[in-house]
Nanobody, 127 residues
Framework: QVRLVESGGGLVQAGNSLRLSCAASDRTFSTYTMGWFRQVPGKEREFVAT????????RYTDSVKGRFTISRDNAKNTVYLQMNSLKFEDTGVYYC????????????????????WGQGTQVTVSS
């Protein structure tokens, strides 16, 4: 199983930015659809963004469109989430995940079906 390790979370004021990184452990990374998800206590894990294997296609949940950007560097086996204009409601534990089976077009806006997960990184936005 591929190992995923997130980094870059922290405590920031509303309106500021963070960039999350997720490093994968193997060189088949470029064959995975990748995603970012977030979760707060008492709620189910929420879709944030996905990116296709080559990085040419992306999808975002409505609440982050125009503020967040998902990208990937297959040479570095890493996926990123640039988060700008952060809001208090963006607070949560952010997870990266790999879908080793489905192409981007077949992946819905859901955590269901992703086959590998990182441990999560905390993002806290103060108002």
């Amino acid at each position: 199983q591929v190992r995923l390790v997130e980094s870059g979370g922290g405590l920031v004021q509303a309106g500021n930015s963070l960039r999350l990184s997720c490093a994968a452990s193997d060189r088949t990374f470029s064959t995975y659809t990748m995603g970012w998800f977030r979760q707060v206590p008492g709620k189910e894990r929420e879709f944030v963004a996905t990116i296709s294997r080559s990085g040419d296609r992306t999808r975002y949940t409505d609440s982050v469109k125009g503020r967040f950007t998902i990208s990937r560097d297959n040479a570095k086996n890493t996926v990123y989430l640039q988060m700008n204009s952060l809001k208090f409601e963006d607070t949560g534990v952010y997870y990266c995940a790999a879908d080793q089976i489905r192409p981007w077009a077949a992946v819905p806006e859901s955590a269901v079906g992703f086959t590998a997960w990182g441990q999560g990184t905390q993002v806290t936005v103060s108002s």
